[in-house]
């Protein structure tokens, strides 16, 4: 049994996939619960971690991906995390990364609105390609290229760490380790117009394959995406015939619950989508499949920032005229109590499991097809 975790962070990212063969992997990571504030109900990221890495008796993981360098995405990292290229880094009890994974923008990225700790996150993304080591590079943009030749180094060098868009990544596989990931984004023509690093159209989107007993589960992890990088993607997806590359049994929805992840338009009380992320949202989703929102509650009056009650509406909607199931991360299984979003990943496909209380022992919710169910609603 494979394990997907989504942690209450507000609005921030961090989610663990705990692999059936012990393989951990991380997707962003943001402590940004303040420990002076009682008050405050984000979880304790580093703690939840630790904990559970004590359990499996580790003390590393073997990815840790940085969808991009934006804070809500690395947030408390440098304090976590052991780093090679600087000894202020390292020892103590820093937890180890096996490999890192980084869209390319987050190497050649030159923007004055970096965080200190994201220049730290990036020293680390370039000091692991230069060594040739413990790094996977997303995209082979022209500028990376330079990058690299102002390092004394080629991108031919390089390019057994790089994995571009409609590639799988290696080292994972449905008969080895229970599952693939296929990448959807970035796409180098994108990142090659302008000169100006968007970082939520640069972010690193996948699509993870489960395979248990024959049966696969499919997770989009979907970073902060537009709407108008979905559109590319699904031209892109269809241009192939590929269709299946976007099918889903669990969708983490990109950037809180921003309704310019669905349009370009809010909407007075519902978002409308683009045809590409209707197509998406409402013919690729699988019988009973998941949205996972990472964000605060959602409000009941507008706000400028996510999460928007507009794209909520949408997503509730969608999710209950399917039959699947809408997540808030902070109102995880209630707004005064949030919890991990824990859900497994069997010959069942993804269940979201509950948590045990004194008065009982731990119970199942199956969000998606129980086995022999038709793969998708017409």
């Known amino acids: 049994m494979h394990t997907v975790t989504v942690f209450p962070l507000g609005n921030a990212d961090c989610c663990r996939l705990d692999l059936a063969g012990g393989q951990k992997i991380l997707v962003d990571y943001a402590n940004t619960r303040n420990a002076d504030d009682p008050s405050d109900r984000r979880v304790d ?9 004590k359990a499996a008796k580790r003390d590393s993981f073997d990815v840790v991906a940085f969808t991009h360098l934006d804070t809500d995405h690395f947030c408390g990292s440098s304090e976590f995390f052991e780093l090679r290229h600087a000894a202020k880094y390292q020892g103590k009890d820093r937890i180890k990364i096996t490999e890192m994974w980084v869209p390319a923008a987050a190497i050649y990225e030159d923007r004055s609105d970096l965080a200190e700790e994201g220049r730290v996150i990036q020293a680390e993304a370039r000091h692991r390609l230069k060594q040739g080591e413990g790094i996977r590079v997303f995209s082979r943009p022209a500028k990376l290229e330079a990058w690299l030749n102002a390092q004394g180094l080629t991108l031919q060098s390089r390019m057994h760490l790089i994995t571009d868009a409609g590639q799988l990544v290696p080292g994972f596989s449905r008969s ?21 690093v968007d970082r939520n159209t640069c972010s690193l989107v996948m699509q993870a394959v489960f395979e248990v007993l024959g049966r696969e589960t499919k997770v989009i992890l979907a970073a902060d995406t537009t709407h108008d990088v979905w559109t590319e993607i699904v031209r892109i997806t269809k241009f192939h015939k590929r269709p299946e590359r976007l099918e889903w049994d669990v969708f983490k929805l990109p950037h809180h619950c921003s309704y310019l992840s669905l349009g370009p338009e809010k909407g007075k009380e519902k978002t409308q989508p683009v045809d590409a992320v209707r197509w998406i949202m409402e013919e690729q989703d699988q019988l009973g499949a998941t949205l996972v929102s990472t964000s605060d509650p959602i409000p009941t009056e507008d706000t400028d920032l996510p999460p928007h009650r507009q794209a909520a509406k949408y997503y509730r909607d969608n999710r209950g005229a399917r039959g699947g199931t809408f997540v808030v991360t902070m109102e995880h299984p209630k707004v005064s109590a949030p919890e991990p979003l824990v859900i497994t990943i069997d010959h069942r496909k993804a269940t979201i499991r509950k948590r045990a209380t004194a008065a009982s022992v731990a119970v199942t919710s199956v969000v998606a097809p129980r086995a022999g169910a038709g793969r998708r609603r017409s």
């Open 45 to 53: 990221l580093e703690k939840e971690l630790r904990a559970d890495l």
């Open 176 to 196: 080895e380790q229970g599952v693939e990931f296929f990448v959807h984004s970035p796409f180098a023509s994108r990142q090659d117009d302008g000169t100006f």
